[in-house]
């Protein structure tokens, strides 16, 4: 019935990792890779990062965060000593989280920063009352340059 020969498999220059298919469109990535691509170059302030790198890292640290506070709420209502200690130790677990992370994150919104061709320096525009933190904010959500720029291969 169906006599079409069958389609070839396209070229694999043609698969791309955005969604809409273009070559110059925003890279996604899925929540495993975007954690490593802050904690794996631990300290690397260079090169860039895509918008699905940095949002997917800065939602799972909201998740950590809210979860933990929610496990806090919890525990600080009992009044027993074994949930003091387990209060404890979430508090603890928090704590090197937050150490742990900072860095990383540091890292991170500059790499985001130079996606969107901007120094790393540009961070500090969030020390202006009360425009510096919606500009930076403005400027983190907004789409990377799509080709290379000064601060590396587009991400």
Known sequence: MNDLPPM???????????????????????W???????????????????????????GMNILIWTGAFVVEAILVSG???????????VGFALLIWVFGSVIPSLGLLVRRLHDTNHSGWFYFVA???IIGGIWLLITLAKAGDASDNQYGPAA
């Open 127 to 129: 020390l202006i009352p």
């Open 32 to 58: 495993t890779e975007s954690v490593q691509s802050a904690f794996k170059p631990y300290v690397n302030f260079s090169g860039r990062a895509s918008q699905s790198q940095y949002w997917k890292f800065f």
């Open 8 to 30: 070839p498999p396209p070229a694999a220059e043609s698969f791309s990792a955005s969604t809409s298919g273009s070559p110059l469109a925003p890279r996604s990535v899925g």
């Open 79 to 89: 009044n027993s000593a074994i949930l003091s200690f387990l209060n404890t130790i």
